[in-house]
């Protein structure tokens, strides 16, 4: 047995681990709510990362499953590069176009769709996950899901300070103690 946290129920799941992809047999039968979220390379313009959506919504169509919700792609700075083969030479990507679908299908439409990502080179990278519908309905309407925070960065909070001028000095002195914290917390 493996243990995974679900997020939308907030829970500890204890599931059967799986064999390898090649080796295990897929229920067919079984429906559940997924979510692609995808990045599609930059080299395309807007209405082409937009055709590719539309691409991936007519492919899940395609293969039975029916759309809970969507996010069409936008243009983003990634949080670090990514490398992909492209037309045969290596790319490098610092941005991309972002967006995201949601449907409910079968386990067997999931694999029939990762192969035609797979070989879409539009398609820089994606994340098939398991959600619910309520999870889709919240990310639509732009509410928080009801996930207690847990943790601490560690910055200590400072108190605000009231009003009044502040000499060149002061300033200078306060900027140097809050660096000082700064670099006690990293």
Same mark, same amino acid.
């Not at 930059?42 to 039975?64: F, H, Q, R, W």
């Not at 499953?65 to 969507?70: Q, S, T």
């Given at each position: 047995?493996?243990?995974?946290?679900?997020?939308?129920?907030?829970?500890?799941?204890? /599931?059967?681990?799986?064999?390898?992809?090649?080796?295990?047999?897929?229920?067919?039968?079984?429906?559940?709510?997924?979510?692609?979220?995808?990045?599609?390379?930059?080299?395309?313009?807007?209405?082409?990362?937009?055709?590719?959506?539309?691409?991936?919504?007519?492919?899940?169509? %395609?293969?039975?499953? #029916?759309?809970?919700?969507?996010?069409?792609?936008?243009?983003?700075?990634?949080?670090?590069?990514?490398?992909?083969? /492209?037309?045969?030479?290596?790319?490098?990507?610092?941005?991309?176009?972002?967006?995201?679908?949601?449907?409910?299908?079968?386990?067997?439409?999931?694999?029939?769709?990762? %192969?035609?990502?797979?070989?879409? @080179?539009?398609?820089?990278?994606?994340?098939?996950?398991?959600?619910?519908?309520?999870?889709?309905?919240? @990310?639509?309407?732009? @509410?928080?899901?009801?996930?207690?925070?847990?943790?601490?960065?560690?910055?200590?909070?400072?108190?605000?300070?009231?009003?009044? #001028?502040?000499?060149?000095?002061?300033?200078?002195?306060?900027?140097?103690?809050?660096?000082? #914290?700064?670099?006690?917390?990293?």
């Amino acid at each position: 047995m493996v243990v995974f946290f679900d997020m939308a129920k907030n829970t500890d799941t204890e /599931v059967e681990e799986l064999a390898p992809a090649g080796e295990r047999e897929i229920d067919d039968s079984r429906k559940g709510v997924y979510e692609i979220g995808y990045h599609i390379v930059p080299s395309v313009t807007e209405e082409a990362a937009i055709k590719s959506a539309k691409e991936l919504s007519d492919l899940v169509k %395609k293969y039975g499953g #029916e759309i809970v919700g969507d996010r069409a792609p936008v243009r983003i700075q990634l949080a670090y590069t990514i490398e992909k083969r /492209v037309s045969g030479k290596r790319s490098r990507f610092n941005e991309a176009y972002f967006g995201w679908i949601a449907f409910e299908a079968t386990a067997g439409t999931i694999e029939e769709i990762k %192969k035609n990502l797979d070989a879409d @080179a539009s398609f820089l990278r994606y994340l098939v996950v398991v959600t619910d519908k309520d999870a889709v309905a919240a @990310a639509l309407s732009g @509410a928080v899901a009801d996930v207690p925070v847990v943790g601490d960065i560690g910055k200590p909070k400072r108190e605000a300070e009231v009003g009044g #001028e502040v000499s060149e000095v002061a300033l200078n002195q306060a900027l140097e103690s809050m660096a000082s #914290e700064d670099a006690k917390v990293e």
